[in-house]
């Protein structure tokens, strides 16, 4: 079992930056791959980025892709969201997810192969 707690979220104004980080607890960290999704007001939950166990592939939403980065350490139990270039329509609440076994490479971004969610946390983006 793994439990989930993001941080780095917050108010930034549009073109600035923020990197949130996703805490995981367990022994087994590393066989899990992990995403990030966000949740807008009114909106459905979407997927944001994916990364495999190792770190070695990585997967983007096309709205993120060349503005943010995830990145896994699992020596220290985390992952990361790095979002650059923010925009207005960044806003929302961001969740990590913990997904074992793997979600095929076409799968990572349908949230019903991830397992565990985090509480998430807010960003916000004025323009």
């Known amino acids: 079992q793994v439990h989930l707690v993001e941080s780095g979220g917050g108010l930034v104004q549009a073109g600035g930056s923020l990197r949130l980080s996703c805490a995981a607890s367990g022994r087994t960290f590393s066989s899990y791959a992990m995403g990030w999704f966000r949740q807008a007001p009114g909106k459905e939950r979407e997927f944001v980025a994916g990364i495999n166990w190792s770190g070695g592939n990585t997967y983007y939403a096309d709205s993120v892709k060349g503005r943010f980065t995830i990145s896994r350490d699992n020596a220290k139990n985390m992952v990361y969201l790095q979002m650059n270039s923010l925009k207005p329509e960044d806003t929302a609440v961001y969740y990590c997810?913990?997904?074992?076994?793997?979600?095929?490479?076409?799968?990572?971004?349908?949230?019903?192969?991830?397992?565990?969610w985090g509480q998430g946390t807010q960003v916000t983006v004025s323009s």
């Open positions: 997810a913990a997904s074992s076994p793997e979600p095929p490479n076409s799968a990572y971004d349908l949230s019903g192969w991830y397992d565990y």
